[in-house]
């Protein structure tokens, strides 16, 4: 009998830290809090802190090797671009990649936006390649979305989503 209890407890526990390792956390963020925010929260394998916010960004600069190839700044086709800037910790084991392009973002009518890009050459993009336990990147996630999406209400972060991963996006709610 104490055995069965024994592995129930931890049968419990394992599910516990599986669940807790997953992410799918929800994170609330005041906008005036944004810009100055220093609260972490946890997607799958990343430790991530919002550092930014900026609204009706026009263009999105790039670096030297991209002009001397002929790449020019990235404009919004929608109107605006909205970037979050972040920073992001690898805590778990192995290498892991949180794609910018795999977070969206929901406005306040709860219309649904795909992160934009990635974009060549594009500075301080950040987040595509895969990471190292122990490293932490700083990056964007940037969203091209109509001059009227003056707030956002949710940004969805999804870290790592490739085939076969469990890591439900969190949510970080603004306002």
């Not at 190839?69 to 990235?74: I, L, M, P, T």
């Not at 969206?104 to 993009?125: E, M, S």
């Amino acid at each position: 009998m104490n055995r069965r209890r024994v592995a129930v407890v931890v049968a419990v526990l394992v599910a516990v830290l599986a669940v807790a390792r997953c992410g799918g956390d929800v994170v609330a963020l005041g906008r005036t809090d944004l810009a100055n925010s220093s609260q972490t929260f946890r997607n799958g394998s990343f430790l991530i802190t919002v550092t930014g916010l900026a609204y009706s960004v026009q263009e999105i600069p790039v670096d030297a090797a991209a002009k001397s190839r002929g790449v020019s700044a990235h404009k919004p086709k929608n109107g605006q671009f909205i970037v979050f800037y972040a920073k992001a910790t690898r805590v778990g084991f192995g290498r892991a990649s949180m794609p910018s392009t795999s977070s969206t973002l929901l406005d306040a009518t709860g219309k649904k936006y795909t992160a934009a890009g990635p974009f060549i050459g594009a500075v301080g993009q950040g987040f595509d390649e895969d990471q190292l336990p122990g490293t932490t990147h700083s990056g964007w996630f940037v969203f091209d979305v109509p001059e009227s999406v003056t707030m956002p209400k949710t940004l969805n972060v999804q870290s790592d989503p490739r085939p076969g991963t469990t890591n439900p996006p969190t949510l970080v709610r603004f306002g």
